[in-house]
């Protein structure tokens, strides 16, 4: 299926599963019809199934969107929980179309627990009863990519997910009564490297050939001292050596950072396990860092990469992101609830040294260079995912690889030939539709959603400049305003009020969100944080 014949179903307002092999296109497609259906009017709600991959769509994860956070299933006094939650409530019940990016690696569990409280939640509204609410849903993945990971949840009953392999999204009765159009994009995009895509097809396949094998081989054991590139491996012990002797590298001392913890021991431990960064961080300037949980406020995610630019007054340490932003990165708290009381908690600051990672976190990058060790493979998927996480075979040095490095899921080989019939059939019965009949399908989704028609005065400006901007003058006000004209995202409008509420000047908040001072107090006029220009006209002229 070609992107074109994808995003035409996806605006049919069908459920859709969208996947296909790396620079198949699927993060564009999603792309287009992110900004197709903002073009009228209609914000969709990005998510994804890890931190990480979270970054990479610009959302948050469908644990934290969903408001389920880490638990298992839904009780009914969770349900209860969520629903006293406003701003989850109101997220939830005001949606119109859900992505959940990298499905491959959420569990059919929690797939299903979203399921559940989408359904409750928007049936206490007077929503119909239907999957996942009767949103639109959209699963964007491969699952040749890593499977889910089994979890050891604390704080709760029963025996823990400690090793036994956890279903994938597809066999989850919520997949299943939601019966996604499987839409499989066969077009390849990246084309710096057409034997290195031939050998990624081939592993994907689980077809490798000694030619292919060959091509492997090549990459092992040309490290030089020289190659300075992100380093990937299969277990955290390499990872914590390679980023110990790092930090070394760098001349002075370190700044140590000591977790604190409070309540029972066992708890205790039990959260120390879960919690991505050490007991005892230590830092120095320079140091690559990533974060380990999320605070939108704040401005990051958990798998935010960036570096250490230096330290505050008080000792914290200030992180550059790679997407350029400049974060204090202060202490954060990681805790046990029942019932609204907490049991056990600690506090660190939410960060951990990452020049080299676990494969697991770099699911979802795209690199220009690695250097990988996969003679430690463990986990179906893994070599192949690491092995896509760059862009040419050229930066691909390997240190090693096992026979299992090379093996895919058979689950996920049975479903990946399953979908592509799937697939085909859907372009087949789309394809033989008149066009009537899909314009039909793709108003009534439209009215549904209560999405509202493209600014007709825009598009007539456009057809007179044969082409021209929707927005006359936008692309010149853009240099000065690079987000002018731009949708606000949620997390945009959460830290708007947050530099509101801190009395941050408007000159500053316009600069920092790229966009006109104007802008800035219409949109807190909108959020019932200010009075804008044309409210105080109204109520002048009233006067």
Request: charged share 25%; with cysteine.
């Amino acid at each position: 299926m070609t992107q074109d014949e994808a995003l035409a179903i996806l605006k049919t307002g069908l459920n859709v599963f969208l996947t296909g092999e790396p620079g198949s296109g699927k993060t564009h497609t999603i792309n287009r019809y992110a900004a197709w259906l903002r073009e009228r009017g209609i914000e969709p709600a990005v998510t994804a199934s890890t931190g990480i991959a979270a970054t990479h769509v610009g959302g948050m994860t469908i644990h934290s969107w969903s408001g389920i956070g880490i638990k298992r299933g839904m009780t009914d006094y969770d349900i209860e929980m969520i629903m006293s939650r406003e701003k989850t409530a109101r997220r939830i019940i005001g949606a119109k179309v859900l992505v959940v990016d990298e499905i491959s690696m959420l569990d059919a569990e929690t797939l299903s627990s979203v399921d559940r409280v989408l359904r409750t939640l928007r049936r206490r509204a007077l929503m119909p009863e239907q999957p996942f609410g009767g949103l639109q849903i959209v699963f964007v993945g491969d699952f040749f990519q890593l499977p889910p990971v089994p979890r050891q949840i604390p704080g709760e009953g029963g025996p823990a997910l400690k090793g036994g392999p956890s279903a994938f999204a597809f066999e989850s009765p919520a997949w299943r009564e939601a019966n996604p159009v499987i839409c499989y994009l066969n077009e390849q995009h990246r084309q710096e490297d057409a034997d290195f895509l031939d050998l990624l097809s081939a592993m994907r396949r689980g077809a490798l050939t000694s030619a292919h094998r060959a091509r492997l081989s090549s990459r092992v054991g040309i490290l030089s001292k020289r190659t300075i590139a992100t380093r990937l491996y299969t277990h955290n012990e390499n990872v914590d050596r390679i980023n110990a002797e790092s930090l070394g590298n760098i001349a002075g001392g370190a700044r140590r950072y000591e977790m604190s913890a409070r309540g029972p021991q066992r708890l205790v431990e039990t959260l120390k396990a879960q919690c991505l960064s050490p007991s005892t961080l230590e830092l120095k300037e320079r140091a690559s860092v990533m974060f380990t949980r999320n605070n939108f406020d704040a401005g990051y995610v958990n798998g935010t990469l960036g570096t250490v630019a230096g330290f505050s007054p008080l000792g914290m340490p200030i992180v550059k992101t790679r997407a350029g932003a400049t974060i204090a990165a202060e202490p954060a708290e990681w805790a046990i609830q029942d019932g609204g009381k907490i049991l056990a908690r600690i506090t660190q600051v939410p960060l951990r040294l990452a020049w080299a990672i676990t494969v697991h976190k770099s699911q979802g990058m795209s690199l220009d260079a690695a250097i990988i060790d996969l003679s430690q493979a463990f986990e179906f998927g893994q070599g192949y995912v690491a092995v896509s996480r760059v862009r040419t075979l050229a930066g691909l040095f390997l240190e090693g690889f096992n026979e299992r490095a090379l093996e895919l899921h058979p689950k996920a080989a049975a479903a990946d030939r399953h979908f592509r019939g799937y697939s085909d059939a859907a372009r087949k019965k789309f394809s033989a539709l008149p066009d009537g009949e899909k314009e039909k399908l793709e108003k009534n989704f439209l009215r549904a959603i209560g999405a509202r028609e493209p600014n007709t005065a825009a598009s007539a400006v456009s057809n007179r400049q044969g082409g021209a901007p929707l927005v006359p003058g936008i692309e010149k006000l853009r240099e000065k305003y690079p987000s002018a004209g731009k949708a606000w995202g949620a997390p945009d409008d959460e830290l708007l009020k947050r530099m509101f509420a801190e009395k941050k000047p408007n000159k500053d908040i316009a600069a920092h969100f790229g966009r006109k001072p104007s802008a800035i107090r219409a949109r807190l006029g909108h959020l019932g944080l200010a009075e804008d220009y044309w409210s105080k006209r109204k109520r002048r002229s009233a006067n």
